[in-house]
């Protein structure tokens, strides 16, 4: 009867193990095939993975004009202000053609003085310094046509092609209020906080001899953020047009949206 038993046991014992020693071995020889034939990017030295680093520096347009210690920094016809950008930014992709990127922009608005307008003359609200924490989501569209052969100048030219879109997180401020404060006083803090950013890139590759790449970048970027009124309606984020409210009521009420567009110049640093 024992015999009986053990054998049944031994048997069971057999059934249960033999689909669990094929499925490991599987597991193995697939990790062992993995291993041997790497995914690559074909861009960077970091397997599969293609890291960016880049830095930036260039301006935010305004429609308001504006001058910096004494000198006009308008734009197109002297009209327009164009307020010093700067920022960082790294991006992480799966083969050098799709991922995220995070970065860190900020806007000196407070060192520009608003100029008069006319015909009156009267110089409209002043600039707010912002500062911008976007999480954009990175394509590179022209990395899935693999032009050129791999390493190749045009190969690295068609992967600096970018278009980013995603959230960000927006700091709007001056010395004395912030677009925190903003949201508290009319009770929404989370809608003075959160926006949308876009990004149109170009590349130019100046180091290509090696697996790494070092690109001069154009910048194209899109704003779509809460219009932030500060110090009782003297500064505002964008310039919000004559209506029946008082200052007072300005720096108290939500007041939507608006749009902004940037531009920037810099170097990115792929590992």
């Known amino acids: 009867m024992n015999t009986q038993n053990a054998s049944r046991l031994a048997q069971a014992s057999h059934r ?3 689909p669990f020693r094929r499925w490991l071995v599987c597991c193995i020889a697939l990790v062992a095939v993995g291993w041997v034939t790497p995914a690559r990017a ?3 030295s970091l397997g599969a993975l293609t890291v960016g680093i ?3 520096l260039g301006f935010h347009a305004d429609s308001r004009a504006c001058d910096t210690a004494g000198s006009a920094r308008t734009l197109i016809a002297g009209g327009g202000c164009a307020l010093f950008l700067g920022g960082v930014d790294g991006s992480f992709l799966w083969r050098g053609k799709l991922g995220a990127s995070l970065g860190l922009w900020s806007v ?6 608003a100029q008069g307008q006319p015909p009156s003359g009267q110089a409209p609200a002043a600039f707010p310094d912002r500062v911008s924490v976007p999480l954009l989501f990175d394509a590179r569209p022209l990395a899935f046509a693999a032009l050129g052969t791999e390493g190749s100048y045009l190969r690295r030219l068609s992967h600096g092609v970018r278009v980013a879109l995603g959230p960000s997180l927006e700091i709007v401020r001056t010395a004395s209020d912030s677009s925190i404060q903003y949201g508290e006083r009319f009770g929404n803090v989370a809608q003075t906080l959160f926006g949308l950013h876009g990004s149109i890139d170009g590349e130019l590759p100046l180091l290509t001899s090696l697996p790494s790449s070092l690109s001069l970048r154009l910048s ?4 779509y953020v809460p219009v932030i009124v500060l110090n009782d309606g003297a500064v505002q984020s964008s310039l919000i047009p ?3 409210q008082t200052p007072n009521m300005l720096a108290t009420s939500y007041q939507g949206y608006a749009s902004h567009f ?3 110049l810099g170097l990115v640093y792929y590992l």
Do not use: K
Request: glycine share 16%; no cysteine; hydrophobic share 50%.
């Open 220 to 223: 194209l970027r899109f704003l």
């Open 108 to 113: 000196s608005g407070q060192a520009a003085v």
């Open 242 to 244: 004559v209506s029946d």
């Open 16 to 18: 249960v193990m033999f």
């Open 262 to 264: 940037q531009f920037a």
């Open 42 to 44: 074909e861009h960077g």
């Open 54 to 56: 880049g830095v930036g």
